[in-house]
């Protein structure tokens, strides 16, 4: 942890929010082996983990984080538990603290990401009881049952745009596209999704405007006004035509824009040469493999669907900046040397968000978790805290 990015969390104090250095923070022993900094502006005590995944962590910080390695890596509750040797109200306890933190962190990256293409896709997965064996008195229980897991894809960084769990409805469409046009900076993407209908509607919505037809006679009333699509908004589907459950045949359909547009867009993409969703249903198994609950033939499913949206902030933000992708290296100009005898390096190891540009180097677990984010963000955060909210009203209590 970095006592240079420590900051006054007293909103009254006119050093609140500066960095140690620029602020009148000087450090102030220990309190219980915990480093602590005292604001002289103040008065008030700041310990060196306040704004960090450590806060309030009694135990040993190396349990803690090889804990929710193991859960970002795709073990449930209890294997965790049973591979570190705590009890798993432990683990489920770490799972929210890492959560919160893993949430703010992706929240105040998420933003201004020059996205050249977003691709769509819904993976299924359900909360406490499959559909088809969900008992008449519980379909009246919303969070029970199907829970798709709405998500948004850059194939050219490999980065998740976002995710929305919630039941298949316009919706739960309508939020998705607006969490993207919220992390986006100006420029339109080309969306590509499947055939789901919702989509069309969610991107008119945020991205369509209203005109008013011109009349065409003088008798009668004028023609109500209608949503069109911006001019510069590029979509289109993937037709997929199924005969007895296999596939036969792949088609493609533009929807908004015309095909020389998004002919041109393709040819200067680093990544697809057609029209596709196959990197976000490659991102798909990425999620399924990163996180137990999501795993199609399994007992570690949520109970509560909460639980399920806090791992999957835990595991994206881990997939985000702490796993290298394969696909995102860069063959180095010069062979460096490694310790020891081994052969040289070839390659750099890149992560998604370092393809998106939001870090320079491979974070670590610690690095994640200790990432203090700027109070003026925090400040800010009620401004877009509805985009991000999570759209089941349930209780925590249960996993």
């Known amino acids: 942890m970095d006592w240079e990015v420590l900051y006054c969390p007293n909103p009254a104090c006119c050093c609140y929010g500066m960095p140690f250095a620029q602020g009148r923070l000087v450090k102030n022993g220990t309190t219980h082996g915990h480093p602590k900094a005292l604001c002289r502006s103040c008065g008030r005590s700041v310990f060196l983990r306040y704004g960090t995944a450590y806060f309030g962590l009694e135990s040993d910080p190396a349990i803690f984080e090889m804990a929710t390695r193991a859960l970002a890596e795709g073990n449930s509750l209890h294997s965790t538990a049973r591979i570190v040797g705590i009890d798993p109200e432990t683990v489920h306890d770490w799972l929210d603290m890492s959560a919160q933190h893993c949430r703010q962190v992706m929240m105040y990256f998420w933003r201004d990401l020059p996205v050249s293409e977003c691709q769509l896709d819904e993976l299924w997965s359900f909360v406490h009881t499959k559909e088809g064996n969900l008992e008449a008195a519980k379909l009246f229980h919303e969070t029970y049952g199907d829970a798709w897991v709405w998500v948004a894809f850059a194939p050219e960084w490999r980065l998740f745009l976002g995710f ?3 039941k298949r409805t316009q919706n739960n469409a309508n939020i998705m596209i607006k969490r993207v046009h919220h992390i986006i900076n100006g420029r339109l993407p080309l969306f ?5 209908p919702e989509y069309r509607t969610a991107l008119l919505e945020a991205y369509g405007q209203w005109v008013q037809p011109e009349r065409t006679s003088q008798r009668g009333r004028p023609p109500k006004r209608r949503l069109v699509p911006c001019p510069g908004l590029l979509y289109a589907q993937v037709v997929k035509r199924k005969e007895r459950g296999h596939l036969v045949d792949i088609t493609t359909k533009t929807v908004f824009g015309d095909e020389d547009t998004i002919r041109a867009r393709l040819v200067s993409s680093t990544t697809s040469n057609s029209i596709n969703t196959s990197f976000v249903e490659r991102g798909n198994l990425v999620l399924r493999q990163g996180n137990r609950r999501l795993t199609r033939k399994t007992n570690g499913f949520s109970k509560e669907s909460i639980w399920l949206e806090k791992q999957l902030w835990m595991s994206l933000a881990y997939y985000h900046f702490v796993l290298p992708h394969q696909s995102l290296r860069r063959k180095l100009g010069t062979e460096e040397p490694t310790r020891g005898s081994g052969s040289h390096r070839r390659w750099q190891s890149i992560t ?34 509805h985009l991000f909210s999570s759209v089941w009203s349930v209780s925590t209590q249960i996993t």
Request: aromatic share 10%.
């Open 352 to 385: 998604p968000a370092m393809a998106a540009g939001m870090t320079d180097r491979v974070w670590s677990t610690s690095d994640l978790f200790s990432y203090r984010v700027p109070a003026t963000f925090l400040d800010r955060l009620s401004e877009v805290e």
């Open 164 to 166: 929305v769990i919630g």
């Open 192 to 196: 590509t999704s499947d055939q789901l």
